[in-house]
């Protein structure tokens, strides 16, 4: 019987399970949630708030929809993004049960203001 090769994913999924967390802890540092408190905004109109880089803003914002963080509506550039249920209970600072805080101990600015 032959061994099967060597397999790297492991590696790869330990070495990159940060990647969430640096999203979630870069989004509540720059405001996205409390932005989206006040209402669903367009992703361009969403970056100019937050003051965000043109080049990478719409990833991130979809980086943050694909982890469950922001809910979407549409594609492209009339998507329209909004926080969760869960973002909007918990990581909206004016919501009562805010617990963004805790977070901001650990900051993780995923991408630099423009």
């Given at each position: 019987m032959t061994e099967?090769?060597?397999?790297?994913?492991?590696?790869?999924?330990?070495?990159?399970g940060f990647f969430a967390s640096k999203a979630l802890l870069s989004a509540v540092e720059l405001g996205v949630f409390e932005t989206l408190g006040q209402g669903t905004l367009d992703g361009e109109e969403l970056r100019a708030r937050l003051g965000l880089h043109r080049r990478a803003a719409a990833d991130f914002f979809d980086a943050l929809?694909?982890?469950?963080?922001?809910?979407?509506t549409g594609d492209g550039a009339v998507a329209q993004y909004a926080n969760t249920r869960?973002?909007?209970?918990?990581l909206d600072p004016a919501s009562p049960t805010y617990l963004g805080g805790i977070l901001r101990v650990c900051p993780g600015t995923f991408l630099l203001p423009a």
């Open positions: 099967a090769p060597p397999n790297p994913s492991q590696i790869l999924q330990t070495g990159m929809v694909a982890l469950g963080f922001l809910a979407r869960d973002t909007a209970a918990f």
